[in-house]
């Protein structure tokens, strides 16, 4: 069975940094793509960046890139998502996701992802 964690969400102020984790468990971590997505209240669930599983190839929402980067410990089975230069827009649940097939390639639609985290609270204050 395959568990995702997440971790490391809080409040942080406008401009500030914050990283996220997700630590996996069940499958061969590091052949498997992980994506993370946010929800903020009233919206739909939205790309956030996804890395493809044996490979660094990360492709991130445009709102993000440059300011969010994604990691992954193939040791620790663990993803992380590194948040600088954040926005009151930022604000949401961040979850992260994977699949349960094998594949070099980011994904960026949630259907796509078959085991979902919980989920942690990013709050950014203004």
């Known amino acids: 069975q395959v568990r995702l964690v997440e971790s490391g969400g809080g409040l942080v102020q406008t401009g500030g940094s914050l990283r996220v984790s997700c630590a996996a468990s069940?499958?061969?971590?590091?052949?498997?793509?992980m994506g993370w997505f946010r929800q903020a209240p009233g919206k739909e669930r939205e790309f956030v960046g996804a890395v493809g599983g044996n490979a660094n190839l990360p492709k991130y929402a445009d709102d993000v890139k440059g300011r969010f980067t994604i990691s992954r410990d193939n040791v620790k089975n663990t993803v992380y998502l590194q948040m600088n230069s954040l926005k009151p827009e930022d604000t949401a649940v961040y979850y992260c996701?994977?699949?349960?097939?094998?594949?070099?390639?980011?994904?960026?639609?949630?259907?796509?992802?078959?085991?979902w985290g919980q989920g942690t609270q990013v709050t950014v204050s203004s």
């Open positions: 069940g499958q061969t971590f590091s052949a498997y793509p």
């Open positions: 996701a994977t699949r349960a097939v094998v594949t070099t390639l980011p994904s960026i639609n949630p259907d796509d992802y078959d085991f």
